[in-house]
């Protein structure tokens, strides 16, 4: 029997942002499922919509024997710190020196791609290095990645083959591990190491540009799965995460097949076009206004994406930025109990909220000022008079499109309303990609004229069908919508900031 070991290593990596990602933070279970060991990592995750479960729905499928080692995600953030790396990969070495013993035929691991760590800027390349001086050249070690992967040529020199998603919001997790797992058959069968081909793109692409439910990713990566159909590679392209700071940042297209080089080098023509990568964002102040204006005629709610505060790229989701914005001009006024934020991250508002219960009026400082790439500091707390709404322990199941399936951990949770404003406030750090996180403090979108979302893109799947117009507003935060605003130190000279 084909006996696979499968581990994981998940962590978006923004250097500029405020919080380091901690041993502990890898133990919440906030945005991810925390730390796992050990058959836990079958029990938990098989069935769910993150690649490690579509590998191991796969692998059951094919009858193959798995050796589950560790999984481990957190919050995107900045660095992983040295002590939490050394902890994580130490385990998965160890594991995997014992699975040697008994017969290894080959490696999965679910990483993110992304990862920067204090002791290495490339810690899935580092990850994967040590791996193979365990196991020799001859042992398949295959990777799947998130789209935002940071992909270096160590990661491709080191594994026999990556492959990533396809879609952003990543609603084709599973999916993607179901392609690693065709790539590890492929490789078990062919006895050797595809031909792999890559290219790198010379500037970065703002995350508000990359959604492959707009052009031009859409058509892009329509015509990537053309091109696997027609010359049987397997194709990725990482459009990148545009907040790490170290020397390989950046997109990267890539294949693995007997005509990657071929598939690789056309598509790349066509993609590599800076014209196409140019986003639009409005002020917190326009967006306002203009959902505003559009909520009078329409029926279905308008969402603002609160882009520059995204939990999911490296913000704490705590600044007020857009809270200010929608008080200043009324929109609570305008619509009462029809406008909500979510979701803002503030333990001790949430923990007093759910102290003093449904019905309480509480006198708080909501939110925070947190240092931003300009220097400078984000707007002011809010401080004001709040009342209850609703309560909540912030646990849920992922209904919608993306993760679905996964359990959710926020901690202490409230629904507080600040005139005709609701605000969901939570314990825990997550982006508002779900309409169910809202739902847990009895906020219901289908019934609201404007949300405002702590979110870039993942937002847009359960969202978009539902609502009437999406903005994106650049209120102040830490993590830039423009590559451009950052302050680089380590980016390759070769590497424009702005397409």
């Keep these: 029997m084909t006996r696979i070991l499968v581990a994981g290593y998940q962590h978006e990596t923004n250097t500029f942002a405020p919080s380091l990602a901690d041993w502990t933070a890898f133990n919440r279970g906030e945005a991810f499922p925390a730390f796992m060991r ?32 560790a999984w481990a995600g957190a919050t995107p953030s900045s660095y992983v710190t040295q002590d939490a790396f050394e902890r994580i990969s130490q385990a998965i070495l160890e594991d995997i020196q014992n699975a040697l013993a008994k017969g290894l035929d080959g490696i999965y691991l679910d990483l993110h791609g992304a990862a920067v760590a204090e002791n290495a800027d490339d810690s899935e390349g580092e990850l994967i290095s040590c791996i193979r001086r365990i196991v020799g050249p001859h042992l398949p070690i295959i990777a799947s990645l998130d789209l935002h992967a940071n992909v270096t040529r160590r990661m491709l020199a080191q594994s026999d083959a990556l492959v990533s998603y396809r879609t952003y919001p990543h609603v084709d997790m599973a999916d993607t591990g179901e392609l690693a797992a065709q790539l590890m058959q492929r490789r ?8 792999v081909h890559a290219r790198r793109f010379p500037f970065l692409i ?70 196409l990568w140019r986003p639009n964002w409005l002020s917190a102040r326009e967006a306002v206004t203009q959902a505003m204006a559009t909520a009078r005629t329409v029926a279905a709610p308008v969402v603002i994406a609160d882009t520059q505060d995204n939990p999911g790229a490296g913000g704490d989701s705590n600044t007020t930025g857009m809270l200010h914005a929608l008080l200043q001009q009324g929109a609570g006024r305008a619509y009462p109990g029809q406008v909500a934020l979510g979701m803002l991250f503030d333990p001790a508002a949430a923990k007093a909220a759910c102290e003093a ?67 969901a406030v939570v314990s825990g750090k997550m982006q508002l990609l779900d309409r169910e996180l809202l739902r847990t403090v009895g906020i219901h979108t289908e019934k609201m004229k404007i949300v405002v979302a702590k979110s870039s893109n993942h937002f847009r799947a359960d969202f978009t069908p539902n609502a009437s117009l999406v903005l994106v507003a650049k209120a102040d935060g830490p993590m830039a919508a423009d590559p451009g605003d950052l302050p680089w130190k380590k980016l390759s000279p070769q590497t424009r900031t702005r397409p």
């Excluded at 990592?41 to 094919?62: E, H, M, S």
């Excluded at 219960?357 to 006198?363: F, N, R, T």
């Design 357 to 423: 219960g449904v019905g309480a009026q509480l006198e708080l400082a909501l939110g925070c000022a947190v240092p931003i790439f300009t220097g400078a500091l984000s707007d002011p707390p809010l401080q004001a008079r709040f009342t209850v709404r609703a309560i909540s322990d912030g646990q849920c199941v992922l209904k919608g499109p993306m993760m679905t399936g996964v359990t959710v951990k926020l901690g202490p949770s409230a629904c507080l309303e600040l005139d005709g404003i609701l605000i």
């Design 188 to 195: 078990l069968k062919l006895g050797r190491k595809e031909p």
């Design 206 to 275: 703002s995350l508000n540009a990359q959604s492959t439910w707009m052009e031009p990713a859409q058509s892009l990566y329509q015509q990537l799965t053309a091109l696997d159909q027609e010359l049987g590679t397997m194709l990725s392209f990482c459009m990148g995460f545009p907040a790490s700071d170290f020397d390989e940042c950046g997109p990267v297209v890539w294949g693995h097949g007997s005509q990657a080089e071929k598939a690789v080098e056309t598509f790349f023509a066509v993609a590599s076009v800076p014209n």
């Design 38 to 69: 050990g058959q836990a990592l079958i029990d938990q995750l098989t069935g769910i919509n993150i690649p490690v479960g579509g590998f191991l729905d796969a692998a059951r499928r094919w009858q193959w024997d798995i050796v589950p080692s």
